[in-house]
């Protein structure tokens, strides 16, 4: 007897009572390896499924999109960010692809506040001190000196629902509040904060004390900080990433931390594709870099919400309704018939 139940590929292992879930309400295969699919395998896995559940780590190119069994008519991705799906492709494909926005606002502004306490404080430094050496000689009036939080200017490149939990966090710690964004907030955000709209970029970055980035990766924001963006930070700043890699030129970051125009930065996501930089780890030892596994959203409570969400985007969908988290692509192209 066939089963009425939406068959889906689940690419990568999520929390167990998400799982557990959707082995109830779907016919449900699992990547129990737990890697990162090839698109050979992904193609294996989804013969006669009718739902990709996918993750950040898997290339849903337009050669995979023009390859897909035609049974297949949703991607759920798991996760906010979708820039690993050309939504182009998929939308002309006429594949329907949704997300999990919303969840992440609080873990991830709590992780960017954590880094922003980090980094010029040094926690991460004193502590591998304490670690590698093993003996410490005590207490010094000179000794581990950072810098204060209260009276900097911390600098938001993306005023969304991150960057304002992000702002309302840094506002405890004495920190001014300023902005840029590609539409000003309205009062009832703005004035709360005390936040300063800049219409300027480079001139926001010569300014501030502190810059953190929030804003989505988009054509227009890809490398939004670019080498002449950064070379243009005020000497002696500190730059916060919990977004994406593609949002800063990495080598011209580098560049700027090793002549010491910069004074730290704290990266939960950088270019991973071979490997991390062995200049940023060598900053990283040297204390000038504070890196973290792409941990901004890994809190158990982040993950089974995000679940959720997926779970309520194919049920919506396979009922015939618009789910509420689609997608649409920035420049939709037409549909190509699906046999």
Excluded: C
């Excluded at 779907?26 to 294996?44: G, P, Q, S, W, Y």
């Excluded at 590698?132 to 200017?153: I, V």
């Excluded at 991150?162 to 710690?173: K, L, S, W, Y």
């Excluded at 009062?187 to 804003?215: K, Q, R």
């Amino acid at each position: 007897m066939t089963s009425s139940k939406p068959k889906i590929l689940v690419t990568r292992r999520l929390p167990e009572a998400i799982e557990a879930r959707m082995a109830t309400l779907f016919e449900t295969d699992v990547n129990e390896a737990d890697l990162a699919l090839t698109h050979e395998d992904i193609l294996m896995g989804l013969e006669g499924k009718d739902v990709l559940v996918s993750t950040i780590t898997d290339r849903i190119d337009a050669e995979l999109i023009a390859r897909l069994p035609k049974s297949v008519r949703l991607i759920a991705q798991f996760g906010n960010g979708v820039d690993n799906i050309n939504l182009e492709a998929a939308w002309a494909a006429g594949l329907t692809v949704t997300n999990t926005p919303s969840v992440l606002t609080e873990d991830t502004a709590d992780m960017a506040t954590a880094l922003m306490l980090a980094l010029p404080r040094r926690l991460v430094e004193g502590t591998q001190m304490l670690l590698r050496d093993r003996a410490w000689a005590g207490w010094s009036p000179t000794s581990m000196l950072g810098h204060r939080l209260r009276g900097k200017m911390l600098g938001i490149v993306g005023m969304g629902r991150i960057g304002t939990a992000v702002a309302n966090r840094a506002r405890a710690f004495g920190l001014s509040i300023h902005y840029y964004s590609r539409n000003r907030r309205p009062p009832g955000i703005e004035t709360p904060l005390g936040a300063t709209y800049w219409d300027d970029l480079g001139a926001m970055l010569a300014a501030v004390d502190i810059v953190s980035l929030h804003t989505p990766l988009t054509r227009d924001t890809h490398r939004i900080l670019s080498a002449r963006q950064l070379a243009s930070m005020k000497k002696g700043a500190h730059l916060i990433n919990v977004s994406r890699p593609e949002l800063l030129d990495e080598e011209a970051l580098i560049a700027q931390l090793e002549a010491g125009h910069l004074a730290g930065a704290a990266l939960d996501v950088f270019d991973n594709t071979n490997g991390i930089n062995p200049r940023l780890l060598a900053l990283a030892e040297a204390g000038r870099v504070v890196l973290t596994a792409h941990m901004a959203s890994a809190t158990l409570e982040a993950r089974v919400e995000m679940g959720e969400a997926v779970i309520v985007n194919i049920r919506t969908f396979m009922d015939g309704h618009q789910p509420p988290h689609r997608l649409l692509p920035e420049t939709p192209i037409p549909r190509a018939a699906r046999a």
